[in-house]
Every structure is written in structure tokens, then in C-alpha cells.
């Protein structure tokens, strides 16, 4: 069964920092490109941020440029998204998806397979 994992969630004060990770099972994830989104309570899925399979390219949303990095360690099967300077905005459900051989975009109808989130809460 294909799975992907998220962990590193949780509650943390703005300007504070968070590293979320994505876990992949049942596959490699050096042969798929993978995408963040994040979802508020009544609100649209937006994409985050994305790694491509292979060449390790990034894209970004505006709103995250400078303070988001995403990063993968094929050795472990993980991608990372080290969110810094957070912002209450940023409070979601962060989860992370998986494309088989496709380059990087951040809009979910490309993906997949799909991880169930994990809860960010930015919040003084």
C-alpha cells in the first residue's frame, strides 16, 4: 500500500519555527515529485511549496517565499518543509502528496496519492 506520513505539526507562536515531514512507504520517493498543501477550517486546499522527482527543483507559493524551505533526503524516504517566521495565517492542516514522474507544480489534481495532515496552529 502506497502511504505517505506527515508528522511535526503543532502549536507554536508567530515568528516561531516548525519542520514538518512527509514520510513515504510502499514506494520511492526519489521517482515522485511531491507537493505541500495546507487547508484552514471553510477554506480552499492552496498549494504550499513542491520538489520535483530527480533534480530536486522547487516552487513556492508567494506568500511563503523566504520563510518556507522544502527539501527531500531520498536515503530516508523524506520530504521536509522547514517553515520559518511563521504567521497566524499560516494555521492549517498541512499535508503532502505525490505525482509519479512530474516535474514540479503545486496544484493538487496532479497528485495522486495523499498523506491525512498534520495540524499547524500559529497562535500567540
Known amino acids: 500500500q502506497l502511504q505517505l506520513v506527515e508528522s511535526g505539526g503543532g502549536l507554536v507562536q508567530p515568528g516561531g519555527s516548525l519542520r514538518l515531514s512527509c514520510a513515504a512507504s510502499?514506494?520511492?520517493?526519489?521517482?515522485?515529485?511531491i507537493g505541500w498543501f495546507r487547508q484552514a477550517p471553510g477554506k480552499e486546499r492552496e498549494g504550499v511549496s513542491c520538489?520535483?522527482?530527480?533534480?530536486?527543483?522547487?516552487n513556492y507559493r508567494e506568500s511563503v517565499k523566504g520563510r518556507f524551505t522544502i527539501s527531500r533526503d531520498n536515503a530516508k524516504n523524506t520530504v521536509y518543509l522547514q517553515m520559518n517566521s511563521l504567521k497566524p495565517e499560516d494555521t492549517a492542516i498541512y499535508t503532502c502528496?505525490?505525482?509519479?514522474?512530474?516535474?514540479?507544480?503545486?496544484?493538487?489534481?496532479?497528485?495522486?496519492?495523499w498523506g491525512q495532515g498534520t495540524q499547524v496552529t500559529v497562535s500567540s
Open positions: 510502499g514506494f520511492n520517493l526519489a521517482r515522485y515529485g
Open positions: 502528496a505525490a505525482a509519479p514522474a512530474v516535474k514540479c507544480f503545486i496544484v493538487p489534481g496532479v497528485y495522486d496519492t
Open positions: 520538489i520535483s522527482a530527480y533534480d530536486g527543483s522547487t
